[in-house]
């Protein structure tokens, strides 16, 4: 790959097998999200049930849906507008300017907490949204695939060091999947970064709350295995937002350009499918003992604790290596002028985060049992995106870094499991 600030990137390197990979995710994708749906509502529940069991073609349009998705995303986006909390700057772009972000995403969360349980108190039927799983994700798919027309277009008026140095390779199908622009904004708005945190996420929890409140009126109670899947992700998407400014510095953020990959990650996947557990529990309820309880908890806070710690450790050591935290930690330098991490969370394997997430995805599949492989598609999938993304990293670091990241790596041989991988 060749740029600079004056010259458009033009990519050479592809992933995902290229443009054939990419436009059969383009297809797969949304087909995989209805599949997933379908299956987790249906009373069999069998993955491998043949024909899938898919909604019929009148279960698929509902204007209600279209209703509320619109009251969803424009409410977010008000919230974001809103001038609550402080500014931050992102990094250091290629032309050497810093953008400004909005750090609210945490009230915005508080805010939609507040409207849920109103709804709740003054009897607005929110567990109706059960039955609308199927037409709410299709008109996410609608926005999501809108959405990415428009930053594929909007893309070629863009000054070449707005552009992202991944998905320019003038194929079409290709750069329209990755992403041609790095931080598509209108005015200060940043469609990038609201959509990474905002509708996807906080309607993931609240779409979890729906399937608690199914439960609660088809059983009259909630179970233990659905408490815990809600506080579970709960406690997740809160750490997201209360650490918004983390963001800033993810590869999502500083590197990829935003197009069908990540607007259909924020809007369709990450809200219809990371919460597969709970919509699984209302057709299929799991028994915990109390013992099995006690255990996944501990997972849960074990994966918790590895997943903030470690993130938290880097963070504040990319912004203060002198900070009194992390001034102690044994580091190495690299050409760039930044120092690698070789003690403390950091030497104990090269991505620990990584580690504590499929901790915590683990627990979040092992409430519903072992009956069924549709609540572990979670852990699945999330195992193969982070090994997928380890490699990534990895190949950035060792270009940014050379015979620095060589050294860390003979440091730290292990990528995310200790003696394993
Ligand atoms: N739930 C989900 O779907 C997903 C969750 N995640 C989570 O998001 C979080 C962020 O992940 P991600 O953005 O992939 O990457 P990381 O937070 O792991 O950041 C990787 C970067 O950290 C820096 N780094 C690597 N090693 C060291 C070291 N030894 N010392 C100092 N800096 C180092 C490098 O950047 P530099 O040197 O330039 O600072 C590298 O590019 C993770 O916890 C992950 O689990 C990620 C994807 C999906
Ligand atoms: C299959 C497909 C379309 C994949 C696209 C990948 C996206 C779903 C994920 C890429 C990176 C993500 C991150 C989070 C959610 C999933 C996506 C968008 C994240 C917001 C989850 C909460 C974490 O605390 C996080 C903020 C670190 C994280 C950032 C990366």
Redesign the pocket.
Known sequence: MKSNKHKAPHTTDTEFGGAIGAAC?IVL?PLTVLFLLSVCVSVEGAVLRWPPPLPPHSDLYDPRAVFIITVWISTHILLYMLPVGKVSEGLVLRDGSRLKYPINGFHALCVTTVLVCVCVCVGVPLALLYELMVPLALCAMGVAFLLSLYLYARSFWAPAHALALGGNTGHAVYDFFMGRELNPRIGSFDLKYFC??RP??IGWVVLNAVMLLKEVELTGSPSVSMLLVNAFQLL??T??LW?EE??LS???IVHDGFGF??A???LV??PFTYGLQAAFLVSHPHTLTPFSALAIILLNGIGYYVFRKS?SQKNQFRRDPTHASVRHLETIATATGKRLLVSGWWGFVRHPNYLGDVLMALAWSLPCGFSHILPYFYVL?FSV?LVHREARDERQCRAKYGAAWEAYCSRVPYRIIPYIY
Request: charged share 15%; net charge negative.
């Open positions: 995710l994708l990474e945190l996807g996420l997740y998407v750490d997201a650490n983390a963001v993810t590869m999502d990959m990540l259909f990650g924020d996947w990450v993130n999938y995106l």
